[in-house]
């Protein structure tokens, strides 16, 4: 596995603060990273730039993670996914296992912490397949 250095990670939020903390948390990991806003404007970065992996919220304005991770699989379908979301209440789960269907790799449940952040990225970019959930009951 390449170093986080070497790594360039498309950061999807709608949220300033979470995108901010997003930012520092990976900044601090040894990734750079680039940030947007929506749905809409992660496809528009995918395709300007590469990137070796996707953190997108699943709910949000205009375009939200799921409608991102279904246009995303023919665009770039081997681009490794991890999801994020704070939830709401009991609908978490449904999301979070569709997201995992359409080839998320790991669902982290906000807040979560920068070791839950490293391992759920350590997982993405070293293997196949394999969504994880932070383990946090998401209801």
Do not use: W
């Not at 948390?25 to 940030?35: E, I, P, Q, T």
């Not at 994880?132 to 209801?139: F, L, M, N, V």
């Amino acid at each position: 596995m390449a170093e986080p250095a070497a790594r360039h990670i498309l950061v999807c939020d709608d949220d300033v603060v979470q995108r901010e903390l997003l930012h520092e948390m990976l900044k601090r990991l040894g990734y750079s990273c680039d940030m947007a806003v929506n749905g809409r404007e992660a496809m528009k970065r995918l395709r300007q730039d590469r990137y070796d992996l996707l953190i997108t919220d699943i709910f949000m304005a205009e375009m939200d993670g799921i409608e991102l991770a279904r246009e995303l699989r023919g665009l770039k379908p081997d681009l490794p996914v991890i999801a994020v979301t704070g939830g709401y209440g009991g609908v978490l789960k449904p999301y979070a296992h569709f997201m995992t269907v359409m080839g998320a790799r790991a669902v982290l449940r906000k807040p979560f912490t920068r070791d839950e952040l490293a391992g759920a990225l350590s997982r993405a970019l070293e293997g196949p397949v394999q969504a994880e959930d932070s383990g946090k009951d998401p209801a």
